[in-house]
């Protein structure tokens, strides 16, 4: 596989090299499917999963490519997200938006602290009747955020509650599941499990993080990306009078010396 091809960089993460890993899946003779299908008995088969994790606006970059390419994906959300209000206008119009682009949408449940394996099914089976309230068209399908070696260990948690398990060894297991999550593997990675990969299964996983500001390095993306989040959040800061009159430019000046 050569570094770059038709001007898109395979080492660097980008909008562009995005669409070509979707494209060469194709070209690859891969079944784009989603959780909920049945695998196939012969040939190559590949789900698409997207975590939400800083921004849904960013998530609509990437689910516009997936529609434009002809595959769906699912996007995993996640209603106590630190980085975005998932009930706000913006976030539920973006979560809209991904749908009409015929694109799965499922939970993206976090659990920080271990307790009993009946806590928590009882809040992801809360929270996903909660979130589907708002999202009618939720696909029952959960993917732990940040998983505890508890909820790795337990791949069965959520037989019998009619909720699938994105992390259950059909989807997550070694020579199966490539993930970007904190670059581990960059464009040229994923392209070469699917070209190496003469039959059976493949999970990606996805950030739109990586993908949408782009970059080499987790430590670049990240930086660039914290730029971004400081710009929308004295943005909103501005509604408020004495922000607005002044003290927020000095601020924002201050920080954007020392980012």
């Known amino acids: 596989m050569r570094a770059i091809e038709d001007g898109v960089v395979f080492s660097k993460f980008s909008l562009p ?30 789900i698409v999963r997207i975590d939400v994790d800083y921004s849904p606006e960013w998530a609509v970059e990437l689910a516009r490519i997936n529609e434009g390419v002809g595959i769906s994906g ?18 539920f119009r ?23 394996e009946k806590y928590t099914v009882e809040r992801v089976l809360l929270t996903f009747r909660f979130l589907k309230e708002w999202f009618p068209f939720i696909r029952p399908v959960v993917c732990w955020h940040n998983p505890l070696k508890e909820l790795l260990e337990r ?37 070469r499990a699917l070209k190496s990969k003469n039959d059976g299964h493949l999970a990606f996983l996805f950030h739109p993080i990586n993908w949408v500001i782009g970059g080499s390095s987790v430590e670049e ?29 000095e601020i924002m000046k201050k920080l954007r010396c020392c980012l």
């Open 221 to 249: 993306i990240l930086s660039s990306a914290f730029r971004q989040k400081i710009e929308a959040l004295h943005k909103g800061f501005c509604y408020n009078s004495v922000w607005a009159s002044g003290l927020g430019l």
């Open 155 to 191: 791949p069965s948690i959520l037989a019998g509650t009619g909720l699938m398990n994105a992390y259950a060894p059909e989807f997550f297991s070694e020579g199966c599941y490539y993930s970007d999550s904190n670059c581990r593997n960059h464009p040229e990675d994923f392209i």
């Open 17 to 46: 090299a995005y669409r070509a890993v979707l494209e060469i899946a194709l070209s690859e003779g891969f079944k784009l499917r989603g959780f909920e299908e049945p695998g196939l008995s012969a040939g190559k088969s590949l």
């Open 94 to 116: 973006a979560v809209a938006e991904i749908n009409r682009l015929k694109q799965y949408v499922g939970l993206h449940f976090w659990e920080t602290e271990w307790k009993n």
């Open 74 to 91: 699912t996007f995993f959300i996640q209603p106590d997200s630190v980085n975005y209000n998932l009930f706000s206008w913006e976030t």
